[in-house]
């Protein structure tokens, strides 16, 4: 709401117990523990090594893209295409692969190549062009939709199993060692939150993503180059959903086309859970990433208690609602 | 160009619903003769009338949003939901048919109380109300009906098919008519009532409208509602149309209800809105839709030319509001 | 005082109908704070303005060390070493405080900012100016004076030679500004040449060695301040121009009914504990400084902002005013200064402004009666002459003046007994002021009570029956229009307060 009084953010200094960057991350790594401890406590079931796995199998393809979409949030924008994105992006790659003999490497190059190429676009139709960040993404969102079923034909792409030629890249994510899964994947996921983390924190990219979503103005006029800054947090998010759609194709049999919608939730939510501020200019990636994990232990957690993974979509949209409610009291209580 | 905008005439029915005909009737005419005349017969007019009767109502609903410069992309999957949890009830349940469709109405209200609620009273971004408002009617649908399809009854079911007869009776397009009659008894509100007044006012600037003492939490929550009533009656003519619905979809129906909105003339910045626009931006939408079917096009295309077409008239209007400061 | 750093002279600006800068001259001089003084509108933001590039000038030249230059943007400005703290500060909140000062220009070790260097840096900064700030700290966290003392760091930072003030101190506690009185002297030591523009006239005798008064964009002269006393500022503020036809005498008849009474009033800092009784009648004027805190006042009476307490009657009966909605329905109207952003809907018609405040009355349930709707526009139309082709034109084509009577037809709809005006003629040309008088006279005389915040002294002493005359959010005066001068009002607008 406009008010005419400018905004003096009457900074108090004695911060609060439950301090808004540490504390939000702390309070939801509780919750991941908690949450892993009650599914625990209420399934036999869920106390298995082949959950843990499951877990971590949900969270290659969510967690990479929650970690590029905080970059929209951060300059308070946002990114809805990234779910039918991911799924666009594996399909034409594992097209190329599986009907025209493409080395799986090229394969996987494509996809990351098409991922970068909508994060531009989508920059430039929010930066440059003006357009509202959801609405250019929902159009966007649509397109990549249309675009995978259009290449494929219709059919679901089975990117090579394990055993097959070229199927390399899964074990990128999980190898086989005396009959058990080894996810291996999470080692690279942490690696490229501390990589990320590293980028938001300490390179001239992560600070002007910030700086825009904190005050786009005040940063322009101390000669920053805004817009260039703006169009990269969406190709930083095109690049980790082209991560993501190579995360999603080594975990899963196949890749359909249609699917996707909803995905954007799970990253979104995962952000927001994580601190990250719907205002812009608030979050961490490791904050990000531990939002993740609340997302998935529902995923894959609620079927074990009696409830279908469709609880999981009716609750995460609740948990998010809840999480930008959070947001707006803490503001109102740091305007005052 | 100029003389012929401020043509009084021209000026009265509105320069951009011209264009908007002009692009229907061109369209019509390519697509009869791309199809060798395969196109006129009245099957096609009326197969994408069918389009056009539910696409229309959601249109009208996010219209009503839109113009208080929010946005709701939950119209889709709320309006499944709305026709799977009421054809649920109807076909396993045996609720009576009436109080089914009356199922679907209260959804779609219901829906919009929660999104008009949170973005009104408690300033939530109606992007992120219109996410989680998605998912949540995805979930709670596919909860209901355990993940299956819906049938709900055919034209023959003697006891309960007559709802049918809501979209086309012996041929005769009673659809149209209904979607005319709501469209009109939209029209009404959006310009001559109070709601509409504020709505739109608010849209433009909330803060003085705020400042003349108006409720503008309200009239703001007032408008998802109604796009939340206009949803329920949608489901009720996409299965009175195809009688099929499917869990967990839903979603490619935001973009072109939204499409037929803005193409129609409505700000995406809030407090310009035109029913008689919506309208006519929804019959090229069912126009395009049914064209692609008929030249045997991919259907996919029309998620990448829907989404373009926003695209473009969004960001026209981005820049007339530029060229005007 | 050392050497002349900034020479300005015979600088003059022109905006559409208003010649803001007519031939001003300044001179600063290395190691002196020179205050740049005048009422509100003389031109001293403007001058500035020029100066750093954000406005061109339109003739007159600007000497700094030596040369002729012409700075196009602040950026231009910053790096010859021209820098301006802004009264509204320009920060990115989430950041940290060394961010925030580095922000454009950072440190790098490959491809990683180096924020320790950048903290280090701030550090050194800061110990230069003799205060404590962790750099590290979030901007947002930091009390406004804190923030204003990281503007002025960052300022240092861009090796400025010439620091320019604009109204630091409006902001800040009186420790806080003991601390950056500390800062300027620290700075004026060290051979900067400082421009310090303010309204408090105790500070300017504390700090400040030279004063330059503007007055209607015109240059008025420059004094050493030491020589000089408040009463000889004052005089060259106001000037000896005539007023037009000043009200002499208060013309609400005798015996009017009280309409109005507000009691302790708090709201935030800027409202402290004002009260004030408002008659039948009656134009109580409302004068003081920018952010004095009148604005303030009207919206927490009006409900437009939180009040924190205080009471308020009409007609006698106390009542409780949350939201603007309260406040319309006991009968009070509010026309806001800025038309544009609070008081009409530009992109809606005359009659659909009109009739905003008050809709219900022209609705038959639901639907709105266009006619009459219609009928109300035009009788307004014509009553307040106000200039449109018809009420159908939208108030975005009409001008400044016409868009005021828009809003003063939307009360009248509303049949609003207390209408407080918030500088009523701001941006309206000459002669639609005049009709703007000549109607709120009217207004007055039919037995409306009006309230007028203004901060024109002409204004003031040509229309209010009585004047409250407010100062950093207190009210430090009460005057009958009989013994009000230009001198005493301004005396009380810039009491000292201790």
């Known amino acids: 709401m406009a008010n005419k009084t400018v905004s003096k953010t009457a900074g108090t200094n004695?911060?609060?117990?439950?301090?808004?960057?540490?504390?939000?991350?702390?309070?939801?790594?509780?919750?991941?523990?908690?949450?892993?401890?009650?599914?625990?406590?209420?399934?036999?079931?869920?106390?298995?090594?082949?959950?843990?796995?499951?877990?971590?199998?949900?969270?290659?393809?969510?967690?990479?893209?929650?970690?590029?979409?905080t970059f929209p949030l951060l300059t308070a924008g946002v990114d809805l295409s990234i779910g039918t994105g991911l799924i666009c992006y594996s399909l034409i790659g594992g097209y190329l692969i599986v009907h025209h003999d493409w080395p799986t490497g090229a394969g996987i190059l494509v996809t990351i190549l098409i991922g970068v190429v909508f994060g531009v676009i989508n920059g430039c139709l929010v930066a440059l062009m003006d357009l509202p960040a959801f609405l250019a993404t929902l159009c966007t969102c649509m397109i990549t939709r249309g675009l995978g079923s259009i290449v494929v034909g219709g059919y679901g792409i089975p990117w090579p199993t394990a055993t097959q030629p070229g199927g390399w890249f899964r074990?990128?994510?999980?190898?086989?060692?005396?009959?058990?899964?080894?996810?291996?994947?999470?080692?690279?996921?942490?690696?490229?939150?501390?990589?990320?983390?590293?980028?938001?924190?300490?390179?001239?990219?992560?600070?002007?993503?910030?700086?825009?979503?904190?005050?786009?103005?005040?940063?322009?006029?101390?000669?920053?180059?805004?817009?260039?800054?703006?169009?990269?947090?969406?190709?930083?998010?095109?690049?980790?959903?082209?991560?993501?759609?190579?995360?999603?194709?080594?975990?899963?049999?196949?890749?359909?086309?249609?699917?996707?919608?909803?995905?954007?939730?799970?990253?979104?939510?995962g952000a927001i859970i994580g601190g990250v501020s719907m205002t812009g200019g608030v979050g961490s990636i490791t904050g990000t990433f531990a939002g993740v994990f609340v997302i998935c232990l529902l995923k894959t957690g609620l079927p074990f208690i009696g409830l279908t993974a469709n609880w999981q979509q009716i609750i995460t949209g609740l948990v998010l609602i809840a999480s930008v409610l959070i947001d707006i009291l803490n503001r109102k209580k740091e305007g005052k | 160009m100029e003389?012929?905008?401020?043509?009084?005439?021209?000026?009265?029915?509105?320069?951009?619903?011209?264009?908007?005909?002009?692009?229907?009737?061109?369209?019509?005419?390519?697509?009869?003769?791309?199809?060798?005349?395969?196109?006129?017969?009245?099957?096609?007019?009326?197969?994408?009338?069918?389009?056009?009767?539910?696409?229309g109502f959601l249109s009208l609903g996010v219209t009503f949003v839109i113009a208080t410069g929010g946005i709701d992309f939950s119209i889709g999957p709320v309006m499944f939901c709305c026709a799977l949890i009421a054809g649920f009830s109807l076909v396993t349940y045996g609720v009576p048919l009436p109080a089914a469709l009356l199922i679907s109405l209260v959804i779609g209200i219901g829906f919009g109380i929660f999104n008009g609620y949170l973005v009104a009273y408690w300033s939530v971004p109606s992007f992120i109300t219109s996410m989680a408002s998605m998912n949540i009617a995805k979930g709670l649908a596919s909860v209901f009906t355990r993940t299956q399809s819906v049938n709900w009854p055919q034209a023959n079911d003697t006891a309960n098919g007559w709802y049918r007869y809501l979209v086309r009776y012996n041929d005769i397009p009673v659809g149209l008519i209904i979607l005319i009659v709501v469209a009109v008894i939209c029209a009404v509100i959006l310009n001559k009532t109070k709601m509409g007044r504020y709505i739109l006012c608010l849209g433009s600037n909330k803060e003085a409208v705020r400042l003349s003492g108006v409720n503008v939490k309200k009239w703001e929550m007032m408008a998802y509602i109604l796009c939340g009533l206009l949803v329920g009656i949608s489901a009720i003519f996409y299965v009175g149309a195809y009688t099929t619905v499917q869990p967990g979809y839903g979603d490619q129906y935001n973009n072109e209800a939204i499409a037929g909105c803005v193409m129609g003339g409505t700000s995406m910045a809030g407090g310009l809105a035109s029913i008689s626009g919506t309208i006519i931006g929804v019959f090229i939408i069912s126009l395009l839709q049914e064209g692609i079917l008929a030249l045997g096009i991919n259907k996919n295309y029309q998620l990448i030319i829907t989404g373009i077409i926003v695209i473009v008239a969004v960001f026209s209007d981005v820049v007339a509001r530029r060229r005007k400061n | 005082m050392g050497e002349v750093i900034l020479t300005m002279k015979g600088i003059d600006k022109s905006f559409p109908g208003v010649h803001a800068l007519d031939h001003v001259d300044l001179e600063v001089r290395k190691g002196e704070v020179h205050a740049l003084m005048g009422e509100n509108g003389a031109g001293k933001s403007t001058l500035m303005k020029v100066l750093t590039g954000i406005y061109k000038k339109d003739s007159g030249t600007i000497t700094y060390e030596g040369k002729e230059v012409e700075f196009h943007n602040t950026r231009e400005a910053q790096d010859a070493g021209v820098v301006i703290v802004h009264q509204e500060l320009n920060m990115l909140g989430h950041l940290t405080v060394a961010q925030n000062i580095f922000i454009g220009r950072e440190f790098k070790k490959g491809i990683r900012i180096d924020d320790k260097k950048m903290n280090e840096e701030a550090k050194?900064?800061?110990?230069?100016?003799?205060?404590?700030?962790?750099?590290?700290?979030?901007?947002?966290?930091?009390?406004?004076?804190?923030?204003?003392?990281?503007?002025?760091?960052?300022?240092?930072?861009?090796?400025?030679?010439?620091?320019?003030?604009?109204?630091?101190?409006?902001?800040?506690?009186?420790?806080?500004?003991e601390?950056?009185?500390?800062?300027?002297?620290?700075?004026?030591?060290?051979?900067?040449?400082?421009?310090?523009?303010?309204?408090?006239?105790?500070?300017?005798?504390?700090?400040?060695?030279?004063?330059?008064?503007?007055?209607?964009?015109?240059?008025?002269?420059?004094?050493?301040?030491?020589?000089?006393?408040?009463?000889?500022?004052?005089?060259?503020?106001?000037?000896?121009?005539?007023?037009?036809?000043?009200?002499?005498?208060?013309?609400?008849?005798?015996?009017?009914?009280?309409?109005?009474?507000?009691?302790?009033?708090?709201?935030?800092?800027?409202?402290?504990?004002?009260?004030?009784?408002?008659?039948?009648?009656?134009?109580?004027?409302?004068?003081?400084?920018?952010?004095?805190?009148?604005?303030?006042?009207?919206?927490?009476?009006?409900?437009?902002?939180?009040?924190?307490?205080?009471?308020?009657?009409?007609?006698?009966?106390?009542?409780?005013?949350?939201?603007?909605?309260?406040?319309?329905?006991?009968?009070?109207?509010?026309?806001?200064?800025?038309?544009?952003?609070?008081?009409?809907?530009?992109?809606?018609?005359?009659?659909?402004?009109?009739?905003?405040?008050?809709?219900?009355?022209?609705?038959?349930?639901?639907?709105?009666?266009?006619?009459?709707?219609?009928?109300?526009?035009?009788?307004?139309?014509?009553?307040?002459?106000?200039?449109?082709?018809?009420?159908?034109?939208?108030?975005?084509?009409?001008?400044?003046?016409?868009?005021?009577?828009?809003?003063?037809?939307?009360?009248?709809?509303?049949?609003?007994?207390?209408?407080?005006?918030?500088?009523?003629?701001?941006?309206?040309?000459?002669?639609?002021?005049?009709?703007?008088?000549?109607?709120?006279?009217?207004?007055?005389?039919?037995?409306?009570?009006?309230?007028?915040?203004?901060?024109?002294?002409?204004?003031?002493?040509?229309?209010?029956?009585?004047?409250?005359?407010?100062?950093?959010?207190?009210?430090?005066?009460?005057?009958?229009?009989?013994?009000?001068?230009?001198?005493?009002?301004?005396?009380?607008?810039?009491?000292?307060?201790?």
């Open chain 1, 14 to 69: 004695n911060r609060s117990f439950i301090d808004r960057m540490g504390g939000q991350k702390f309070i939801v790594i509780l919750i991941v523990i908690a949450l892993f401890i009650l599914f625990c406590a209420m399934s036999p079931q869920f106390r298995k090594y082949t959950t843990v796995v499951s877990i971590l199998d949900y969270s290659y393809y969510i967690a990479l893209m929650a970690i590029g979409v």
């Open chain 1, 171 to 269: 074990n990128i994510f999980k190898i086989q060692m005396d009959g058990m899964n080894i996810p291996i994947g999470f080692l690279w996921i942490v690696l490229l939150v501390i990589i990320m983390s590293f980028v938001l924190n300490h390179t001239k990219v992560g600070r002007y993503t910030l700086a825009i979503g904190s005050n786009k103005e005040a940063t322009r006029l101390s000669g920053v180059n805004v817009k260039f800054y703006h169009v990269f947090a969406y190709v930083i998010c095109g690049f980790f959903t082209g991560l993501a759609a190579i995360a999603y194709s080594a975990i899963f049999p196949t890749v359909q086309p249609g699917s996707g919608a909803g995905f954007e939730l799970d990253a979104i939510g």
């Open chain 2, 3 to 55: 003389a012929i905008k401020q043509n009084p005439l021209v000026k009265k029915v509105g320069f951009n619903r011209i264009v908007l005909c002009i692009v229907l009737i061109l369209m019509y005419a390519l697509f009869c003769a791309l199809t060798g005349g395969n196109f006129v017969g009245s099957s096609r007019i009326l197969s994408a009338l069918n389009y056009a009767y539910f696409l």
């Open chain 3, 124 to 177: 050194k900064l800061f110990d230069r100016m003799h205060i404590d700030i962790d750099p590290k700290e979030t901007m947002s966290r930091l009390t406004v004076g804190k923030q204003q003392m990281c503007e002025i760091a960052k300022a240092i930072s861009h090796k400025a030679k010439v620091i320019i003030f604009d109204e630091p101190s409006a902001a800040l506690t009186e420790a806080e500004i």
């Open chain 3, 179 to 498: 601390e950056l009185f500390k800062i300027i002297r620290d700075l004026r030591e060290q051979g900067l040449g400082i421009v310090y523009i303010s309204h408090r006239m105790d500070e300017i005798k504390v700090i400040t060695d030279r004063v330059t008064v503007m007055r209607y964009g015109t240059y008025v002269g420059t004094l050493i301040t030491k020589d000089s006393t408040k009463d000889d500022i004052i005089n060259m503020m106001v000037g000896r121009v005539i007023y037009e036809d000043p009200k002499t005498q208060n013309m609400t008849p005798k015996g009017s009914p009280v309409v109005l009474k507000v009691e302790h009033l708090n709201a935030g800092k800027m409202v402290q504990d004002v009260s004030f009784e408002l008659h039948k009648g009656e134009i109580l004027g409302f004068s003081g400084l920018m952010g004095a805190g009148r604005t303030e006042t009207a919206r927490a009476l009006f409900g437009a902002d939180p009040m924190d307490s205080g009471d308020i009657y009409v007609n006698g009966q106390k009542v409780t005013i949350k939201s603007p909605q309260d406040a319309v329905k006991y009968g009070i109207g509010y026309l806001s200064e800025d038309r544009k952003r609070y008081g009409i809907v530009v992109q809606k018609s005359v009659a659909e402004n009109t009739t905003m405040a008050d809709l219900d009355a022209f609705a038959n349930g639901p639907f709105i009666d266009k006619k009459k709707e219609k009928e109300i526009a035009e009788k307004y139309v014509e009553s307040l002459a106000t200039k449109t082709p018809s009420v159908d034109q939208l108030v975005v084509n009409l001008s400044g003046g016409n868009q005021q009577k828009v809003v003063i037809a939307k009360w009248l709809t509303r049949n609003c007994d207390i209408l407080i005006f918030d500088e009523p003629t701001r941006g309206i040309d000459v002669g639609a002021k005049n009709e703007i008088y000549k109607l709120m006279n009217q207004l007055a005389a039919e037995g409306k009570a009006i309230i007028m915040i203004s901060s024109e002294m002409t204004e003031i002493l040509r229309m209010s029956d009585r004047i409250v005359v407010m100062c950093e959010g207190k009210k430090t005066g009460e005057l009958d229009i009989s013994e009000a001068t230009q001198e005493n009002i301004m005396n009380m607008a810039t009491r000292e307060i201790n």
